[in-house]
């Protein structure tokens, strides 16, 4: 799992760091980045692709990251912004805000994935990169265990939605929800399965709930942005 960041070390680059996100294919809420730099040749002990891990090992895993990263950086983007630049553009501009937060910076960056996000360091994609890369593997579990506590915080916000059981992804329970309610501040209203929703009559029942929590959800982004 080690052999780029062996290559890249032969080479002289020693703060490589790897890049991934979470939460590209939901209906709801952000896209979160995360860029992780090991210590070179730093072993973790089960770290994998978030995916295949369950959420208590999830969170294990993510206290012995931040335990030891040389550093880390998170990056937001929006449900407007994933409408407005749509879902990879978004993608990357959370990657590249998540870049920009590391400190020290990287020498080189490792991407998950097929593109690349704008950034003066040197980088290479790499598809599938959780399962080649130990930093891209750590940096889908910080984005994952981050997006997840984020989703936790709008369940209490928006609990007829479910968030915390489905994290804003279109499960069963999730689209009744929809069609019962419609879209909250926080639903992408240009994915399908949402935007069938957003001139349904019956969204007029909560739009004071929607004004009245669009300035705490604003808020849950700009605390989250200070903290990184």
């Known amino acids: 799992m080690r052999g780029y960041e062996a290559r890249l070390w032969g080479l ?5 760091a790897g890049v991934d996100e979470a939460g590209r294919g939901s209906l709801a809420g952000p896209v979160v980045a995360a860029a992780v730099i090991l210590p070179p040749r730093f072993k973790i002990e089960g ?8 959420s ?11 335990a030891n990263a040389l550093a880390m950086g998170l990056g937001i983007a929006e449900a407007e912004t994933v409408d ?8 990357l501009l959370a990657m590249e805000r998540a870049i920009t937060a590391l400190h020290p ?14 950034s003066p360091f040197p980088k290479a994609a790499l598809p599938k990169g959780e399962d080649q890369s130990p930093a891209i593997a750590a940096a889908s579990i910080l984005a994952k265990v981050t997006r997840d506590r984020l989703m936790a915080i ?23 929800a929809l069609r019962r309610y ?25 739009l004071g709930l929607q004004e009245s929590a669009r300035a705490g959800a604003t808020g849950v982004f700009n605390l989250l942005r200070t903290d990184d």
């Open 47 to 54: 770290l994998a692709d978030s995916k295949k891990l369950c």
């Open 84 to 91: 407005a630049l749509n879902v990879l553009g978004a993608s």
């Open 182 to 206: 419609g879209p909250s501040p926080i639903h992408r209203r240009t994915f399908r399965g949402v935007r069938e929703h957003v001139e349904d009559s019956r969204q007029s029942s909560v």
């Open 154 to 176: 709008y369940h209490r916000m928006f609990p007829q939605y479910g968030f915390l059981r489905h994290k804003g992804y279109g499960t069963r329970d999730h689209m009744e």
């Open 105 to 118: 910076p990287p020498d080189y960056l490792l991407i998950d994935g097929n593109h690349l996000p704008s």
């Open 12 to 16: 002289g680059f020693r703060l490589i």
């Open 56 to 66: 208590s090992r999830r969170e294990e895993l993510f206290e012995e990251i931040q």
